[in-house]
DNA sequence: AATGAATGAGTGTTCATTCAT
DNA sequence: CATGAATGAACACTCATTCAT
């Protein structure tokens, strides 16, 4: 930790010995893809053992590269498990605010992030499996670090709405960590059905934080 | 070695010597508290870095024991974690079916299982975090082996019951899931608050479940 | 090793507190069954599975003590192989010396000894083997503590009468270790067929040791 | 991890750098003098102690590797031994053959057997016992895992030429276990004398199979 | 930078032995 | 003496991390 840094994955493409030459040399390329490879890689053995059972030489051997090389990359293995988390958080933060731009009360809003966050899923859910899918069963989606960074950025977000549009007479804190709750909860199993639907889904979780068991709409409707 | 092994500790609770003193003699007190303190610390350490992460040795460092007596007691680290699976499920299961005898219909189930799911936290809740309370900041209560266990218990009846007074047209899976987890997060910060209140916990939640966001009553009211 | 030692195999019945009451009292007798039983148990243990892979436990577990009454009896792991070599040399000894008495050149001393040893190995073999006979498949009788003593003892005797009757221009070590190993490793098929037939094996190792290949009789003849 | 496991140390010999530089690069003589090294550093241990008391720790003592560094060689103490074997197998064998090659009666096979085992011994004598020589008096050679290889090896061809050369009447199994176990005891003892006359032994175990006592050569003759 | 062998603290587990009862 | 729970040094093996090449 004395050293500077070189690692915060808002990835510094153009260092000084890359600057030599004129354009992003080979090795900047290079470079930047390891760095790539290796949080893929890191993504897929973290879904699919957890960061306990996972091992540097899990990750190292999806890349074909060396172990000195993660070493190179990465401080530690906990240092990708922290750049997973940036990383999903950063790709997740552009579709929340587009989605969540215009909505003004809490429905409105509530719609609109859940759906953020069943699309992101849906998207990002391939990079956490790729490949083997129902080789094992993994009953749930492991508590993957970008997951939880999403979930971070959800539950500020909506919590501010919730603050804005709410009477004070609800209980906020209460009320984010069930929405969430369910979001991820339900989220996880719309991974898991086929056809996916998205919209379905959506529509389920706002319909029961709006209004109840008895908002609910039918399934496969 | 696979055959019951006459040498462990375990249980040949009836001896001759047992049976002629009234009390337990003081070597099968010993044998009861050090097999309840292990499962106790056992409790504390997986609650507190998860299964994998815990080892033995920090298991019995809470007890004073040695590494043998855990071995003397438990066949291995997944051993305990079972027999903590059961232990909450053994403890819980009566609470549940007390509450939940005479409800008919899916709302008052939700109340009786999700109160006495609340009461079960509440009073085990020391039994995790013996002292140590605010000293780390377990931002989430862990998977607990015992709550694993509560939780298929709740899902089940819950399902069972869903699945009686409900019109087909909801999904009762995402139904299931979502009220586990709200239950579940809603409890979670239950456990945090000072003072406790298990009453508005359990009326949150049934609030929630029941009409949404709309029905829901004030927070400390 | 400072204390008295009270193992050496020959059993010092009566002991001071022994002695209280007339005649060798239960108490002499249990003791004497209890280290014989050890004795038994340590046998067939060590035979089965070897000195290393044997456990005080696998022994005990089989006489119906305790791990605590082993170290009564014994001081160690290592002391009741010892004592088990005593014994069976102790065993032994009468028998090859009633063979060998008469015995006065090398044939006949070579007769004599190897057919003591035989019926000894013949004798035993169920002591070591009781029960599960072929279970397991051991295809070597393991070095058990009483074969290596009783080795010894014939090593001894063999070379004595070698050295009375032979010219000395035989190589007297070699030849006596070589006639051993023919004796063992007959010693050891011949427990291994059925019928067990002592004489024909007998026949074989003093053909073979006195004159050679040609003069070997058949097979099952 | 039961797959060819590209993380060993083992056996990429051939790769790129390997090819561009005629000679072994420094790493590659490193790798084969530690694999060379923890395997000799195994035979003396094994052969001191035998494998079940032998230690992973005290091979690697004697190397002054690392524990870590044994199980990049070798994945497990068993595979050692194993190799330790095959190595005493393919050593052994065409020294064998050299010798049995025109040998066609049993005698000449005989003769070309126990010669070739007693000039293997000797050779490699040294390899088991490097240094330490008279420090503790081993008895016997223990059964070291190549020597076990070496005389399964006999044994076939032994009984091959057995089966071929003589009639029916002797008892091939019998027969094959003595001289095996006469050319063992003989070299055995054979190593511990000095000078180390290979001839002599060869002579006497030939004799004694052939013609048994009477034949015998005088000793130093 | 890349490589991969070396390192050694740490893991779950066993077992000879001790000692309070 | 008998008992069997407690002890802790070992054991085989793993793995994050370092560092010479």
Redesign the interface.
């Known amino acids: 930790m004395p050293a500077p840094d070189p690692d915060s994955v808002s990835d510094r493409y153009a260092k000084l010995s890359d600057v030599v030459e004129l354009a992003p040399g080979k090795r900047a390329l290079t470079k930047a893809a390891n760095r790539s490879a290796i949080l893929d890689a890191a993504r897929e053995v973290f879904s699919e053992m957890?960061f306990?059972?996972a091992t540097v030489?899990d990750i190292i051997?999806r890349t074909g590269l060396s172990v000195g090389a993660f070493y190179n990359y990465y401080r530690s293995k906990e240092e990708v498990f922290d750049a997973l988390a940036d990383d999903g958080a950063r790709r997740f933060r552009p579709i929340l605010q587009a989605q969540s731009a215009q909505a003004t009360d809490?429905p409105s809003y509530l719609r609109a992030a859940v759906g953020a966050y069943f699309n992101f899923l849906a998207t990002e859910h391939e990079l956490w499996t790729r490949g083997l899918e129902a080789e094992t069963s993994p009953i749930h989606v492991r508590n993957t670090p970008e997951l939880a960074a999403v979930f971070e950025e959800v539950r500020r977000a909506f919590a501010a709405t919730l603050d804005r549009t709410?009477?004070?007479?609800?209980?906020?804190?209460?009320?984010a960590?069930?929405a969430?709750?369910?979001a991820?909860?339900?989220g996880?199993?719309m991974l898991r059905r086929r056809p996916m639907d998205v919209t379905a889904?959506t529509e389920?979780?706002v319909?029961?934080?709006?209004?109840?068991?008895?908002?609910?709409?039918?399934?496969e409707?």
Do not use: N, Q
Request: hydrophobic share 55%; net charge negative.
């Open positions: 957890g306990e059972a030489r051997r809490f709410m009477a004070a007479e609800v209980d906020l804190d209460f009320l960590a069930s969430i709750a369910v991820r909860e339900v996880d199993l889904a389920f979780v319909s029961l934080i709006s209004g109840g068991v008895t908002a609910l709409p039918g399934p409707h």
